[in-house]
T-cell receptor, first 113, second 112 residues
Framework: GENVEQHPSTLSVQEGDSAVIKCTYS??????FPWYKQELGKRPQLIID?????GEKKDQRIAVTLNKTAKHFSLHITETQPEDSAVYFC????????????FGTGTRLLVSP | SQTIHQWPATLVQPVGSPLSLECTVE??????LYWYRQAAGRGLQLLFYSVGIGQISSEVPQNLSASRPQDRQFILSSKKLLLSDSGFYLC???????????FGPGTRLTVT
């Protein structure tokens, strides 16, 4: 089945810096790659996603890039703000003909003012 | 618009006691439904998913079971809780045929 690895596990940046979180996946048939943000004690929130027919997608300060050949995708956050501090999870669509997601282990992002 | 509810929000239960967590979705029909567990400081583990009433698929053999008695209702149960069942239980839904999943507010379960 699908396996998703996520790095780094922890990322500390200064306010205004950029942050990059990377994920790799194993199943070349995966075609949907979302990113979720989870604040402490809250539910994960879908913040951006990308499909396999697209190489890059942007939404204001966040962007996701996908390299299908290398089977990796990344989340880019520019001009980070303290409210960006959270745990970020990547995911990839699982195999089996059902809309299942396999999640990475999460990255704790800390943005210091 | 669609809304997903979970209850209770928090629960403290002794080892060996039963469990019933409920999830309901409003504003959509025939959703796919999912139960996840998140241990403290960890990732999201898919426990069960359902494509329709009475149709349940289990991802991980364990002390839990799930049922879907109505189209927009998903229930997670256990007959006897273990300490290792402690965690944050999240229900999620998606539109049939689509991958985007939306999570409920979660139930924080502590087994003592």
């Amino acid at each position: 089945g699908e396996n998703v690895e996520q790095h780094p596990s922890t990322l500390s940046v200064q306010e205004g810096d950029s942050a990059v979180i990377k994920c790799t996946y194993s199943d070349s048939a995966s075609n949907y790659f979302p990113w979720y943000k989870q604040e402490l004690g809250k539910r994960p929130q879908l913040i951006i996603d990308i499909r396999s027919n697209v190489g890059e997608k942007k939404d204001q300060r966040i962007a996701v890039t996908l390299n299908k050949t290398a089977k990796h995708f990344s989340l880019h956050i520019t001009e980070t703000q303290p409210e960006d501090s959270a745990v970020y999870f990547c995911a990839a669509s699982g195999a089996g003909g059902f809309q299942k997601l396999v999640f990475g282990t999460g990255t704790r992002l800390l943005v210091s003012p | 618009s669609q809304t997903i509810h979970q209850w209770p929000a928090t629960l403290v239960q002794p080892v060996g006691s039963p469990l019933s967590l409920e999830c309901t979705v409003e504003g959509t029909s025939n959703p796919n439904l999912y139960w996840y567990r998140q241990a403290a400081g960890r990732g999201l583990q898919l426990l069960f998913y359902s494509v329709g009433i009475g149709q349940i698929s289990s991802e991980v053999p364990q002390n839990l079971s799930a049922s879907r008695p109505q189209d927009r209702q998903f229930i997670l149960s256990s007959k006897k809780l273990l300490l290792s069942d402690s965690g944050f239980y999240l229900c999620a839904w998606s539109v049939t045929g689509r991958y985007e999943q939306y999570f409920g507010p979660g139930t924080r379960l502590t087994v003592t």
